[in-house]
């Protein structure tokens, strides 16, 4: 029978981006919170949009923050610059992250062997293993693909329109497994 810390280590595993069973609710601060340098100069006049915490059986995750330019992200968000800040709340490894995002990149649509072995590598090269307090922030760059920052430095761009559509999809397609969390970020009720 696995003990609590192997349980609370699979479970971290397996919730690195939102998924079917996980519970998600909107993060509504007292103050809104300060605008990231790093977004601050990608987009300049940046709002936020929304936020909301994604939790698995309990445990808190990451917050999650969808930040835009001056114009809203609508229901065609592909086509926005925008920023996904994600904070995270506790330890996880940077390939399974990875490896977590390309499943649920793939309940938008089927990937082909070659897609997903790019972007798979792609991605394992930029997300480092995260501790309590780190952050991802993802970059919708229309034109290039996707740029990520960690705890506000950029680490890489991935070039590469389809992988950002799917990618920012995680959180924003109307696929996502995550649809409360989906709500909160597009700030839709």
């Known amino acids: 029978m696995p003990n609590r810390r192997s349980l609370i280590a699979c479970a971290a595993a397996l919730c690195l ?62 086509t ?29 649509r089927e990937l082909s062997d070659d897609e997903a072995s790019r972007w798979l590598t792609a991605m394992s090269q930029v997300f480092p293993d995260v501790k309590d307090g780190d952050r991802i922030t993802g970059f919708m760059v229309p034109g290039l693909g996707a740029r990520f920052a960690i705890n506000g430095a950029v680490k890489g761009d991935i070039r590469d329109l389809e ?16 649809p409360a969390l989906r709500r909160a970020l597009l700030g839709s009720p």
């Open 80 to 108: 926005a610059p925008l920023a996904l800040e994600l904070l995270y709340l506790r330890n996880l490894v940077g390939k399974q992250i990875a490896e977590r995002s390309l499943k649920e990149m793939r309940r938008q």
């Open 17 to 78: 981006a939102p998924a079917a069973w996980a519970q998600s609710s909107a993060v509504s601060p007292a103050v809104p919170p300060a605008v990231p340098p790093e977004v601050a100069s990608a987009l300049p006049g940046a709002v936020l949009q929304g936020s909301g915490r994604l939790r698995f059986i309990g445990l808190s995750v990451y917050d999650a923050r969808l930040w835009r330019g001056a114009a809203p992200v609508a229901a065609d968000w592909t």
């Open 163 to 178: 992988f950002a559509r799917l990618f920012f999809g995680i959180w924003l397609s109307d696929k996502s497994s995550e």
